[in-house]
């Protein structure tokens, strides 16, 4: 089981920044790619960015330029800074994290989710 906890929502301005955390308890050694989705009302959970066990990242091109994902492995905790956010950066932000788990011959993955924060960009 692994437990993932999101910080840091909250109200802000247009071209303003936040910066969100989330910290992953449990059985982390297992996880290997974490990631923020988020969700505005009435659509559909999309995914923002990623980071894998390795450091390599990607963006959704809505984000990208102005997201910045990281990863610090010694606090199992990742991080998403987000400058010139714009009106339509508002949703709920939610943490996932990739478990491996099983035989290296059958390796298995699961998805954990944390509750998600909401992050309000005013115009």
């Known amino acids: 089981q692994v437990h993932l906890v999101e910080s840091g929502g909250g109200l802000v301005q247009a071209g303003g920044s936040l910066r969100l955390s989330c910290t992953a308890s449990?059985?982390?050694?297992?996880?290997?790619?974490m990631g923020w989705y988020r969700q505005a009302p009435g659509q559909l959970r999309e995914s923002l960015a990623a980071?894998?066990?390795?450091?390599?990242?990607n963006y959704a091109d809505s984000v990208k330029g102005r997201f910045t994902v990281s990863r610090d492995y010694a606090a199992n905790t990742m991080y998403l800074q987000m400058n010139s956010l714009k009106p339509e950066d508002t949703a709920v932000y939610y943490c996932?994290?990739?478990?491996?788990?099983?035989?290296?011959?059958?390796?298995?993955?699961?998805?954990?989710w944390g509750k998600g924060t909401l992050v309000t960009v005013s115009s």
């Open positions: 449990g059985r982390t050694r297992s996880i290997v790619d």
């Open positions: 980071v894998s066990s390795s450091g390599t990242t």
């Open positions: 996932n994290a990739v478990v491996e788990f099983g035989p290296v011959e059958r390796v298995q993955r699961r998805d954990y």
